[in-house]
């Protein structure tokens, strides 16, 4: 998974850290439906881009 970059004086690796927000997000993601889709969704969107999810989870009201 640490797929280390390289340039000529350079090496990197690239990582994120994203957050879901929304504006009613309690009475949202509280609904296991729309959690899942949002989770089915970004992992499509990350492969598409080949990017790698290293872990995605839900806590409470939290998609992380």
Request: charged share 30%; proline share 0%.
């Amino acid at each position: 998974m640490n797929d280390w970059k390289s340039g000529s004086h350079h090496n990197y690796l690239l990582q994120y850290h994203l957050i879901f927000v929304c504006k009613y997000r309690k009475r949202l993601l509280s609904n296991k439906y729309i959690t899942d889709n949002i989770k089915l969704l970004s992992q499509k969107i990350c492969n598409k881009h080949k990017v790698v999810i290293k872990y995605i989870k839900q806590k409470g009201e939290r998609v992380k």
